[in-house]
């Protein structure tokens, strides 16, 4: 990342910004399922963005809903065993 | 109902230009738009479409709120409350003929229909049903006969008469204060577009301001956003702009401009904006030659462009921690290029902020992964631990050695159905497995996510870390089974590599399993 940030000022400004945030803006499109099984060309930057936002907030929901299921799981669960053990690692 | 009311918009445009003209047109059909958005409203508290409830007059009383008198007083909305069912009845007494231009004219005003290079905006796209619902709150018990007459005077007096109209709206928004932001936001942006309004934009503008001031309270604000920033209206941009993303703080900036009656800027980041466009589309519209309108509007769509996207990197930063380089997008780009070219730094900064974006998204993905797959395995257990402990190992292992930024990293997604021992594939990953001896079970929940902020665990961490450096994930995801090896049978120490893997059968295999993959 700083490589890149070096070598993008020797380059100067607009070329740094649209192609790296382009290149990156489509990394993260290929990261968000949603927009990967799209799979229109043009799909635009807001647009990617906007569903990263959304990705992000359903997998904050789910780590949360994770996290009590295990809370509970973990509860029912004698507490040394490795399962326990386990859980507990998941739920830091 | 949409196509009822697209009808209604076209034939209500008509009207709006008129406004000006017609005073009484014009309260005529606020209070009329009062009336059916009233009943639209009822049909649907929440979003969508308003006019769907067009002929739900009777469930009008739930959300009461427009409760529009002909002639308009600036009542108390406790009055306007108790006078719901006065107004219900009255309203009832109206042809729905005058309720569809009710509906157009504040469809018109509330609605920002991407304009024609003209000022005027002469063909408002069809209603954004959605848009409607911030504007006519669910919420509440705003008075809207004040307000209307507000509008009144905005569309009346598009010639900087329109101080009265903050006047009144504040006066208006001063009872509708303890009432929903949006509403208040609503007011408060009109009047700011009162008070900046000059001789152009007027009614447009009110309408845009209105209209993304409502997008700042509304959930699908993203979708208003689009409609408003496709305007050519600066300020339906910026407010956007500003508004989507911090909704609070822009209602507040709000409150404030409402208390202000003429031509107050103190609405910040929006009015500097809108301003801007405003003085420079005034100094090209006198010259107004198709080139420079051409540009401008190129500029503007840019910009709009830029706004759209700045939006959204700000609601992304907020959701990736530590995401504290970032500067502020949105101000950044609405610059021209020759600024920009001085904010180099913040153009490094975003890059690095969509960076973190891509490795944050992939750890929330494996961490929800891993933890799904924790439920999932208690349950079986018992029946074949052997088989699963291998599995949860790599599974905690790779949490705890991922290092992801504040969630514990999930394994990944191809480990689960990979638990098949085999002891001689572990060898080639031997070296990799450079951790020190691991203590007891209980101690060893090293939080994944202090990967960077050592515990206990730290000597096992920083393994991790120096194994890192060659593959970010394969040796974090080959590490971490050595860990949970340690927390499995705590007796067994680890000792490096392929040592390890020799006392379970089944882990070195787990291990090799998720290397492998990785590989």
């Known amino acids: 990342m700083s490589s890149r940030r070096s070598r993008m000022r020797q380059a100067g400004v607009s070329r740094i910004s649209e192609d790296q945030i382009a290149d990156l803006v489509s990394k993260l499109q290929q990261l968000i399922p949603e927009i990967r099984n799209r799979r229109s060309d043009r799909v635009s930057a807001s647009e990617v963005l906007q569903e990263t936002c959304n990705y992000i907030k359903n997998l904050h929901r789910e780590v949360d809903d994770l996290s009590d299921r295990l809370s509970q799981l973990l509860e029912s669960i004698d507490s040394d065993s490795a399962q326990a053990a386990i859980i507990r690692s998941l739920l830091m | 109902m949409e196509e009822d009311y697209s009808v209604l918009t076209s034939s209500g445009l008509g009207r709006i230009r008129k406004s000006a003209v017609g005073d009484e047109e014009i309260m005529e059909l606020l209070w ?175 309408g845009q301001g209105i209209v993304s001031v409502t997008a700042t309270g509304n959930e699908t604000a993203p979708t208003y956003e689009m409609t408003l920033t496709s305007s050519s209206d600066g300020l339906g941009a910026s407010d956007s702009g500003s508004a989507d993303q911090h909704p609070p703080p822009a209602t507040a900036e709000d409150r404030k401009c409402v208390g202000r009656e003429t031509d107050d800027t103190g609405c910040q980041s929006e009015d500097f904006e809108f301003e ?9 519209g006198s010259t107004s030659t198709k080139r420079s309108r051409t540009a401008e509007v190129h500029n503007q769509s840019e910009r709009r462009r830029r706004d759209r996207i700045n939006e959204k990197m700000k609601a992304l930063q907020e959701l990736i921690p530590r995401c504290n380089k970032v500067v502020e997008f949105m101000y950044m ?71 992801m930024p504040n969630r514990p990293v999930v394994p990944h997604p191809s480990l689960p159905g990979s638990a098949v021992p085999n002891p001689s594939r572990a060898a080639h990953i031997g070296p990799r497995f450079s951790i020190p001896t691991f203590s007891m079970p209980p101690v060893p929940a090293p939080d994944p996510t202090r990967f960077q902020a050592p515990n206990q665990s730290d000597a096992m961490l920083n393994s991790l870390a120096v194994q890192n450096s060659n593959q970010p994930q394969i040796p974090n995801f080959v590490h971490p089974y050595q860990q949970y090896l340690g927390l499995c049978q705590p007796r067994i120490p680890l000792p490096q590599n392929q040592t390890v893997m020799q006392p379970a059968a089944n882990k070195p295999s787990s291990i090799k399993d998720i290397g492998n993959p990785e590989n």
């Open chain 2, 276 to 284: 801007s466009l405003n003085a420079k589309r005034q100094a090209q």
């Open chain 2, 333 to 403: 780009f609405s610059l021209s290029w020759l600024e920009r070219i001085q904010l180099l730094n913040i153009k490094s900064d975003k890059a690095s902020m969509l960076d973190e974006a891509i490795e944050y998204v992939k750890s929330l993905q494996l961490q929800v992964q891993m933890m799904s797959m924790g439920c999932g395995m208690v349950p079986v257990m018992y029946p074949s631990i052997q088989q699963f402990i291998p599995a949860m190992g790599m599974w905690m292992g790779m949490g705890m050695g991922m290092g």
């Open chain 2, 32 to 206: 009329q738009n009062g009336q059916v958005v009233f009943h639209s409203q009822n049909q649907r508290p929440g979003k969508n479409t308003q006019f769907e409830g067009c002929g739900d007059r009777e469930a009008a009383e739930q959300s009461t709120i427009r409760e529009i008198r002909p002639n308009g007083g600036g009542e108390t909305a406790s009055q306007h409350l108790s006078m719901q069912e006065d107004e219900i009845a009255s309203w009832l007494q109206y042809p729905i003929d005058e309720s569809s231009f009710e509906s157009d004219l504040y469809a018109d005003l509330l609605y920002s229909a991407p304009p024609p290079p003209a000022p005027m905006a002469a063909a408002r796209p069809p209603p954004m049903p959605s848009s409607r619902p911030p504007v006519a709150p669910s919420q509440v018990k705003l008075e809207l006969p004040p307000r209307l007459h507000s509008f009144a005077h905005f569309s009346r007096f598009p010639r900087g008469k329109i101080h009265s109209g903050p006047s009144s709206l504040s006066k208006a928004t001063t009872m509708v204060d303890s009432n929903e932001t949006s509403m208040v936001a609503l007011e408060s942006s009109v009047s700011k577009a009162a008070a900046e309004n000059t001789a152009q934009v007027s009614g447009e503008n009110v």
